[in-house]
């Protein structure tokens, strides 16, 4: 990785992690920290660098540097995008050193690189608000044996759990598909459209995952056992969690989710077996505890047959 990046990386790093001003010895002390010379001029230029690419950097040239609190949504965004091309250069150079050095990584193979060549074609798309027609295959709808044809107004592109999505607009509303899951791709030259991103982000905000649900945002209390929180702390389960500071109990861990229940999250929260007990509303809780119910009515038909079984 090169020096400027490590800089960039450093410099986001601190005014993310801090609600005060970021003062040039703090990013000067974190950048020797990491072997980085540092000087005042590159400082300044980082910093207009930063701007011009679209990061809302406040600076306060006598007291430091802090993020504009009302682009937070933007400044993430903009931050893992610059994070994700880093980390490409970084693998492209490694891989360029040496045909073999491949042997040296281990990458998941759940995490779906099909049908990428799509990728540009759809963001063109967006851009230029032209529809798309393609053949989708859908997990859900199992009886169909053919793939569907759908036009939509494609708004946004989104990653979920290694898999990208394209949220687009139907004559039924808003939608989402699998981009694994699409062929013979189409942009269609009609008229252009409305953009819609913003609206279509604004409906995903309050929602883990892809699924849109008919439930108003509200706040899930969900309590974990306590060997849960640094995970949770270092991959949250929603942007909206915080720590519930009220529900406290020795050995666990409470958080507060904003958000609107829904297939996903339900999945997120059985997914920790008796590591969480949900708190609030009554009816997540319940919805739980029956799905729960139902697995250990399961288990013990699974005991009844295998004992038949046995007898013979």
Avoid: C
């Amino acid at each position: 990785m090169s020096n400027d990046i490590r800089r960039f990386i450093i410099f986001l790093d601190l005014l993310k992690n801090n609600e005060d001003l970021v003062t040039s010895h703090q990013i000067e002390v974190a950048q020797q920290k990491e072997g980085l010379d540092f000087s005042t001029s590159t400082l300044n230029r980082d910093f207009s660098f930063l701007v011009k690419i679209g990061f809302k950097i406040y600076n306060d040239k006598t007291k430091g540097y802090k993020l504009d609190l009302d682009d937070i949504e933007e400044f993430t965004l903009l931050t893992n995008l610059f994070k994700r091309i880093a980390f490409s250069n970084v693998l492209n150079k490694v891989i360029s050193l040496d045909n073999k050095t491949h042997k040296y990584l281990a990458l998941d193979d759940t995490s779906l690189v099909k049908n990428f060549q799509y990728f540009d074609i759809i963001l063109k798309a967006i851009d230029k608000r032209k529809e798309i027609s393609f053949q989708h295959t859908s997990f859900y709808h199992t009886e169909r044996e053919i793939s569907k044809s759908h036009m939509i107004k494609p708004h946004l592109l989104k990653e979920y759990e290694n898999r990208w999505y394209i949220v687009g607009e139907t004559s039924a509303g808003f939608r989402v598909f699998g981009l694994d899951r699409i062929e013979n791709l189409k942009v269609l030259t009609n008229k252009s459209f409305k953009n819609k991103t913003k609206e279509a982000s604004e409906k995903l905000y309050s929602t883990v995952g892809l699924n849109f649900s008919d439930y108003e945002p509200r706040t899930i209390v969900l309590r974990f056992h306590n060997s849960q929180k640094p995970y949770l702390e270092s991959l949250k389960l929603h942007h909206s969690q915080k720590e519930d500071l009220e529900n406290v109990l020795d050995g666990f861990y409470t958080i507060n989710l904003f958000v609107s229940y829904n297939f996903e999250l339900r999945q997120q929260i059985l997914k920790y077996g008796s590591f969480v007990e949900v708190l609030q509303p009554k009816f997540v809780r319940e919805e739980i505890k029956n799905e729960i119910h139902k697995a250990f009515k399961t288990y013990q038909q699974l005991n009844i047959i295998n004992i038949e079984t046995d007898t013979f």
